[in-house]
């Protein structure tokens, strides 16, 4: 367990988010493109989909169709940054978003003052 995390230290930021999960350069295995928003605070400490404990520090998304578990690499194609999510439920609940990310997530992209942000979806891992 410890090596990931030694090689996990050596990524930028916003791909060091889950210990043993190290994400290089490899093509995404699909995308998309669409705006991304993110969880009110309210939802602090409410089950996800999956049945998580929703927190806004950790790396995660709501997507209405990709597995639970599948890794993103979530691209704010308006300023270039990035982050690596999990999904762990099911929305967003407008229709004219793709996804919702934690507070956490949104930060990294640099978007919370915006509300949301134009983003392209790459999906690094499937989940099962």
Same mark, same amino acid.
């Given at each position: 367990? /410890? ?5 996990? /230290? ?5 791909? $060091? ?6 994400? @290089?350069?490899?093509?995404?295995? /699909?995308?998309?493109? @669409? ?9 602090? &400490? +409410?089950?996800?989909?999956? &049945?998580?404990?929703? $927190? ?5 998304? /709501? ?5 639970? @578990?599948?890794?993103? =690499? ?10 690596? !999510? =999990? !999904? ?8 004219? =978003? ?11 992209? $640099?978007?919370? $003052?915006?509300?949301?942000?134009? !983003? ?7 989940? +099962?």
């Amino acid at each position: 367990m /410890a090596t990931p995390l030694i090689f996990s /230290a050596c990524l930028p930021a916003t791909q $060091r988010t889950n210990p043993g999960i190290v994400i @290089g350069d490899n093509a995404p295995l /699909a995308f998309d493109r @669409g705006t991304a928003s993110f969880y009110a605070d309210s939802f602090e &400490g +409410k089950s996800t989909a999956n &049945g998580e404990i929703f $927190r806004q520090d950790q790396m995660t998304a /709501a997507h209405r169709t990709y597995p639970f @578990g599948t890794i993103l =690499r979530i691209i704010n194609t308006s300023n270039n940054r990035e982050a690596i !999510v =999990r !999904v762990n439920d099911r929305g967003p609940a407008k229709d004219s =978003r793709l996804i919702d990310l934690s507070r956490r997530a949104a930060e990294d992209l $640099r978007m919370v $003052r915006e509300g949301t942000a134009p !983003v392209r979806v790459e999906v690094l891992q499937w989940g +099962k």
